[in-house]
């Protein structure tokens, strides 16, 4: 391990690393350059990340890749981020498995293009047994379709008498949103400088520590996402009780 690496704090090192990943088009902008170009570029930030995060020993990445609301953007943008992604996905699934990274996916992605599908699948399979790291891709996600999705599942266990009313717990819900098996992320990053969540991860975010950097996407690299994390470990995450309760507790 690389001696910038060393200077975290091995026992606390968060589990689940979420991001919204934030800024390619501005990004590109700045460049003179179309928005597709930022989103090329910010192709190899999430490498790059997750290269990181394999070495430091984070177990799990989500990524927030499309939202519902993504469709609103210009056709010719929406249709070249769907051929960068499959781009993407087709050119990485062998090193990604071969570095043992499984991927997983969140969202309805039953309404992406076919080749996305098909490419998204593929790679699946391919690296579902894998566990140095699980990369969950957030596509055609919306947390708040999420949580009512769960609770129409909910609604026909208890209509079908699987369930009681007064059974439904938070566990039974986490059980039913697209995350199910997955841990709560303990820190949110999201880059160029906007301070909201944006749809993501709802309920999973409860008890999430929140980072934000002015940096855009495609600039975020390995030096960034180590000032993230030693953001994370200069605080104390109390959960509701005292400084003085954990320390008695340590």
């Not at 930030?45 to 609103?72: C, D, H, P, Q």
């Not at 070249?80 to 990604?96: F, R, W």
């Not at 699948?121 to 949580?147: M, P």
């Amino acid at each position: 391990m690389t001696s910038e690496l060393t200077q975290l704090e091995q026992n606390n090192i968060p589990k689940h690393v979420a991001f919204i990943m934030d800024g390619n088009g501005r990004w590109a902008k700045k460049q003179g350059q179309h928005r597709l170009f930022g989103h090329a570029a910010g192709v190899e930030s999430v490498k790059e990340i997750i290269k990181t995060a394999r070495e430091i020993g984070i177990e799990y990445l989500t990524m927030y890749a499309f939202s519902t609301e993504n469709w609103n953007r210009p056709p010719e943008e929406v249709m070249g981020l769907m051929d960068l992604l499959v781009q993407a996905i087709t050119n990485e699934t062998d090193e990604m498995h071969k570095n043992g990274v499984r991927l997983l996916t969140i969202g309805d992605i039953s309404a992406l293009p076919e080749s996305c599908i098909i490419s998204l699948n593929n790679a699946i399979a391919k690296t579902a047994n894998n566990t140095d790291l699980t990369l969950v891709l957030a596509l055609n996600y919306s947390a708040r379709w999420e949580i009512t999705n769960a609770c129409q599942m909910l609604a026909e266990k208890v209509k079908s008498g699987q369930l009681l009313s007064q059974e439904i717990t938070e566990s039974s819900i986490s059980d039913v949103l697209n995350t199910a098996g997955i841990p709560d992320p303990e820190l949110l990053i999201r880059t160029s400088g906007e301070c909201r969540i944006s749809n993501f991860l709802l309920w999973q975010l409860s008890y999430t520590e929140l980072y934000f950097t002015p940096v855009h996407w495609p600039d975020f690299r390995r030096e960034e996402f180590l000032k993230a994390l030693t953001s994370y470990q200069q605080r104390e995450r109390r959960f509701g009780m005292t400084s003085e309760q954990l320390n008695e507790t340590k």
